[in-house]
C-alpha cells in the first residue's frame, strides 16, 4: 500500500461505538412503548372473565374483545413500513402511541360489549406500530457496532413487561376493576409522547405512490386470514359455510399480493428486501418460530389445571421460572451477543427449547411442580439465544431505506406463524384427545387379562356402576395427557427441523469489510 494511501485510509472516519445519554434515554423510550403494548395485551386476557361479567356476555362473544385487537393489529401491521416511508417514523411512532393512549380511555369507558369491541379494534390498528417502530428507534440509535446490544435491551424490557403484567393486572383488577388495566397505562402513554417528541430522531421520507392492488390484496388477505383463525375452532373449521368463504378470499389476495410483488413495478413491499439473503432465509424462519415457541405458554396452564390439579395461584408461579429464564437470558445477551457470531447462539436457543419439548412429551398425569420449573426456566432462557441473535442476523444489516418495512413484514409473519401454529397444534390436541380416548376405551372389557389381577380388579371393578365412572375419568384424564404428549413433541419436531436453516445464513462482524 502507497503512504497516500495509507494516509487516506488512517484519515477515513471510524465509527465511535460510544454511547450517548441521549442514545440510552431513546433506546428506554422506545422499550417503554413496546412494554406498556406487552401489558395491555396481557392485562386484557387476565380480565375478560370480569370483563364477561359486566356486559353479561356470553364466551364467544367476549372472544371478540381479542379477535378485534388482533385483526385490526394484523392489518396495519402490513401497511408500517410504507407509512414510516411516508411520514417519517417519528411522526409514525408519535401517532401510534397518542392514538393507542386515546384507545385506552375509550376501552375503559365502553358502556357495552360492542364498544369495547370497537375500541379494541382501533387500539389494535393504532398499537400495531408499536412494536417493530419500537425495535428499529432502538436499533437505531446505537452504533452499528451496539446494535445486537440495542435489540436486546429493548427486549429485555418487552419480556419483563410480559412478566409482571398478569400479576399487576389481576391486582388492578380485584382492586380497582377491570378499567384500570387499561387505565393504569395512559400516564405511560403521555409520558412516551413527551420523551418521543424530544428523543426520537426525524428520518429521512422516502414517498412512494400507493400500489392499490398490493395494499389492498395484503391487508384484506391477511385480515380474512385471520378472521379464519379465530373462528376456526368454534365453527368447526371446514364444516362451516364461513370458515371456507374466508379461507377462499385469503388464499385468492395472498396469490394476488405475491403474483403481483414479483411481477409488478414499485410494488407495495419493496423487492430489495429479499435481495438481502439473510432477511429472505428469516421469514421463513420466524415464521416457523412463532409457529411454535409461545406454544408451551399456552398449553402449560390448561396441563397444569386440567390434568395436575394445581389452583391458578400455584399455576401462575409454576409460569413464573420461564419469564425469569428470559430476563436472564436477555441480560446476558447484552453483554456478548456483539461479540460473537450469532449463528451458534440460534443454535444453542433451538435445542434449549427442543430438548425440554422433547422431556415434555414423556410427562405423566403425575406431573411433579420441580420439573415444570426447571423445563420452563431453560425454554425461557433459550428463547432469548433465539430471539435476540436471530434478530441481528435477520434485521441489523437492512438498508435504512427499507429498514421500517422490513421490521414490519418480520413481525407480520411472526404473527402469521403464531396464529397459524396455534390453530393447528389446539386443533391437532383436540383430534388427538378424542382419538387417545376411543383406543383406550377398547381395552376396558372382561376380556382383558389385566383386569383379572386382583390388585387392578379391586381398582377397577367391572361390574360397579360407581367404579365405571371413575374408571371413565380416569380414561379421560390419560387421554388428555397423551395428547398433551403429542403436542409438545411437534413443538420440539418444527424446532429441531429448522436447525439447517442455521446453515445457511451469512455473518459479518460489525466493522467487516
Not at 365453527?235 to 368463504?245: K, V
Amino acid at each position: 500500500m502507497s503512504a497516500t494511501a495509507e494516509s487516506e485510509a488512517a484519515a477515513a472516519p471510524v465509527e465511535d461505538d460510544r454511547l450517548t445519554m441521549r442514545a440510552i434515554l431513546t433506546v428506554l423510550c422506545a422499550t417503554v412503548s413496546t412494554g406498556a403494548y406487552a401489558f395491555t395485551w396481557n392485562s386484557v386476557a387476565v380480565a375478560l372473565p370480569h370483563m364477561q361479567g359486566s356486559f353479561s356476555a356470553t364466551t364467544d362473544q367476549m372472544a371478540w374483545v381479542m379477535i378485534a385487537f388482533v385483526l385490526g393489529s394484523s392489518m396495519v401491521t402490513a401497511c408500517i413500513g410504507w407509512l414510516s416511508a411516508r411520514i417519517g417514523r417519528k411522526q409514525l411512532f408519535l401517532l401510534s402511541v397518542a392514538g393507542y393512549t386515546i384507545s385506552l380511555v375509550g376501552c375503559g369507558m365502553a358502556g357495552s360489549l360492542w364498544g369495547e369491541v370497537i375500541w379494541r379494534f382501533l387500539q389494535g390498528v393504532m398499537g400495531a406500530p408499536l412494536v417493530p417502530l419500537g425495535q428499529a428507534i432502538a436499533v437505531s440509535a446505537f452504533p452499528k457496532s451496539r446494535h445486537g446490544q440495542a435489540t436486546s435491551l429493548w427486549a429485555l424490557g418487552f419480556v419483563s413487561a410480559n412478566v409482571i403484567s398478569p400479576v399487576v393486572g389481576g391486582a388492578l383488577i380485584e382492586n380497582l376493576g377491570w378499567q384500570w388495566v387499561y387505565f393504569a397505562t395512559i400516564p405511560v402513554g403521555i409520558a412516551v409522547i413527551v420523551a418521543g417528541w424530544f428523543l426520537v430522531p426525524n428520518t429521512e421520507r422516502f414517498p412512494r405512490r400507493m400500489d392499490w392492488i398490493g395494499f389492498l390484496s395484503l391487508i384484506v388477505g391477511v385480515g380474512v386470514l385471520q378472521l379464519m383463525l379465530a373462528r376456526g375452532e368454534r365453527l368447526d373449521w371446514f364444516a362451516s359455510g364461513e370458515i371456507i368463504i374466508e379461507a377462499t378470499v385469503a388464499a385468492v389476495c395472498l396469490y394476488v399480493f405475491i403474483a403481483h410483488t414479483i411481477t409488478g413495478k414499485d410494488t407495495f413491499i419493496d423487492g430489495r428486501l429479499f435481495r438481502d439473503r439473510n432477511f429472505a432465509l428469516g421469514q421463513v424462519m420466524i415464521f416457523l418460530i412463532g409457529s411454535v415457541l409461545f406454544l408451551p405458554l399456552l398449553l402449560l396452564p390448561l396441563l397444569l389445571q386440567q390434568i395436575g390439579g394445581y389452583p391458578a395461584l400455584e399455576t401462575g408461579m409454576l409460569m413464573l421460572p420461564r419469564g425469569i429464564g428470559s430476563i436472564l437470558g436477555l441480560t446476558l445477551m447484552t453483554q456478548i451477543r456483539d461479540r460473537i457470531d450469532p449463528r451458534p447462539l440460534v443454535l444453542i436457543g433451538i435445542l434449549g427449547m427442543a430438548i425440554p419439548a422433547w422431556e415434555m412429551s414423556g410427562w405423566t398425569t403425575e406431573v411433579q411442580p420441580w420439573d415444570v420449573a426447571t423445563t420452563t426456566f431453560i425454554q425461557g432462557v433459550s428463547t432469548s439465544f433465539i430471539w435476540a441473535p436471530l434478530n441481528t442476523l435477520v434485521l441489523s444489516r437492512l438498508d435504512p431505506r427499507v429498514q421500517d418495512q422490513g421490521f414490519a413484514l418480520y413481525y407480520l409473519n411472526f404473527d402469521l406463524g403464531s396464529s397459524i401454529g396455534t390453530a393447528a397444534v389446539i386443533g391437532l390436541h383436540a383430534r388427538m384427545a378424542q382419538v387417545n380416548h376411543a383406543v383406550i376405551s377398547e381395552s376396558v372389557n372382561p376380556f382383558n387379562e389385566l383386569f383379572r389381577y386382583r390388585d387392578i380388579a379391586a381398582a377397577w371393578d367391572l361390574g360397579s356402576v360407581g367404579s365405571l365412572a371413575s374408571l371413565q375419568v380416569e380414561i379421560g384424564r390419560q387421554a388428555t395427557m397423551i395428547a398433551y404428549n403429542n403436542s409438545f413433541m411437534v413443538v420440539a419436531a418444527v424446532m429441531v427441523a429448522m436447525i439447517p436453516f442455521i446453515a445457511l445464513f451469512r455473518h459479518k462482524r460489525p466493522g467487516a469489510v
